[in-house]
Nanobody, 122 residues
Framework: QVRLVESGGGLVQAGGSLRLSCAAS????????MGWFRQAPGKEREFVAA???????????KFGDSVKGRCTISRDNAMKTVYLQIRNLGPEDTAVYYC????????????WGQGTQVTVSS
């Protein structure tokens, strides 16, 4: 059973940036695609970004519309950790951010993390 634990959430000022981490355990992290999603209050969960374990182009340029141009996803296989950076934050980025293991080459989720709250103050 894969376990995902997100960290790095909290209160951030508008215009700032955030870096979230997702540490994985219990599975072959280096051979799975990973993704980030978020859910704002009263809204459906939405895709943010994804990263292929092959380093290939499956998710190249594929970001959620609301973060496109402001977002970077990366991973450290040795640390079994995937990272999400979002710059130029606004109140609309306030959400619970979830890490996920994806079915290869897709944004379909196999495993979810428990989520970390990010609140952006204006």
């Amino acid at each position: 059973q894969v376990r995902l634990v997100e960290s790095g959430g909290g209160l951030v000022q508008a215009g700032g940036s955030l870096r979230l981490s997702c540490a994985a355990s219990g599975g072959a992290f280096s051979s799975v695609d990973m993704g980030w999603f978020r859910q704002a209050p009263g809204k459906e969960r939405e895709f943010v970004a994804a990263n292929s374990w092959t380093g290939g182009n499956a998710y190249l340029g594929k970001f959620g519309d609301s973060v496109k141009g402001r977002c970077t996803i990366s991973r450290d296989n040795a640390m079994k950790t995937v990272y999400l950076q979002i710059r130029n934050l606004g109140p609309e980025d306030t959400a619970v951010y979830y890490c996920a293991v994806l079915l290869a080459g897709t944004t379909s989720v196999r495993y979810w993390g428990q989520g970390t709250q990010v609140t952006v103050s204006s």
